[in-house]
């Protein structure tokens, strides 16, 4: 009689914790560090900033809809247009959250295999098209969108900036130049400055395409390189130079010392021609990315020009122009002696 009574009471200890392990597994209580337990989702992002607003839209405009936090975990759902905003949620959640600006979280992941999720804000152009595909491309570096495949029979139409994600429409015959749709204006950029896809060659090709370009090599001697390496570098010192003088004015104005009005002349882009590129071919991409840099000079020498009392927001932006000035001829300088040494 003993041991049936044994018996039945372990069997109902039992019964007990199995249900208790049920209930657990329906609604989990947390312990811990839950971030740690958060699944291992394929695109995660996390809040950089002390706080930001989602938005309900990909755009400054936007209703704020909710707010995120510093270290602040997000799924990544899909990207906008230019891939420079993300529609999230919270992890383990249904229901996105919204739209948050890219320059607000830490991410690391390839947001041109993200689908479309907002496909008309932030369009440009009254003319745009619809888009219809998911397969993109990130812009590694800024490039030219023209209106044809060939460089020398083509308009610019804009320039793309860095680190954007543009759909791709369409393509030449080997890949080599892709059509794609930025903000709603459509053409052609060189396909380097994309970061490559194994799957390109799936991209439907663009028809009526003209033959490809017959490419003549040149063997062009290393002192020549050399000599157009030196020339250029002559002359972005002598701008990295002015910039940093400028960068030091504009703080010993902003700091109350009283110094003469004497600015230099208008600063001029760097002047070179199609032989000087057959010559050195870098100088294409070094020399463009300058010019940026010439008109942030242009505009600290011009606040400099408004002789009297300068108000401080002004002395403020003029530094800010020296400084991103100053930031754009020493990565260029870096990026000629990172070439002479491939060169020697």
Known sequence: MKRYILTVLLLLVFSVTGYAQDTTNDEPTPTGDISAE????????????????????????????ASVFVDERLEVISRNLDGTWFEVRRPGRMTNLGWVFTELLDWEGRPEFLPLGDAVTGLTSDSASPITT??????????????GPILERSQRLLNIPPSVVVPVLARNQDGSRLYVNYLGTEGWIVGF??????????????PNLPPLETIQVFIVPPEIQLEQIETFRVWTQDKLTLAQGLESFWWSVFRGEILPCQPPPEIAVYLYDAGDVQQLPELDRYAPRTVTGVNYLNKSINTMRECGVVQPDDVSRARND????????????QQLDNLEETIR
Not at 134 to 143: K, L, S, T
Not at 322 to 333: K, S, V
């Open 322 to 333: 020296a400084i991103n000035a100053r930031i754009i001829f020493a990565a260029t300088l």
């Open 38 to 65: 958060a699944p291992d989702f394929g695109f995660v992002a996390t809040v950089e900033v002390d706080s930001g607003f989602v938005r309900l839209l990909p755009s400054e405009d936007a209703e704020a809809v």
């Open 134 to 147: 998911d397969y993109a491309v990130f812009i590694i570096e800024g490039v030219a969108l023209r209106n």
């Open 193 to 206: 400055t994309a970061r490559q896809r194994n799957d390109i060659m799936q991209v439907p090709q663009a």
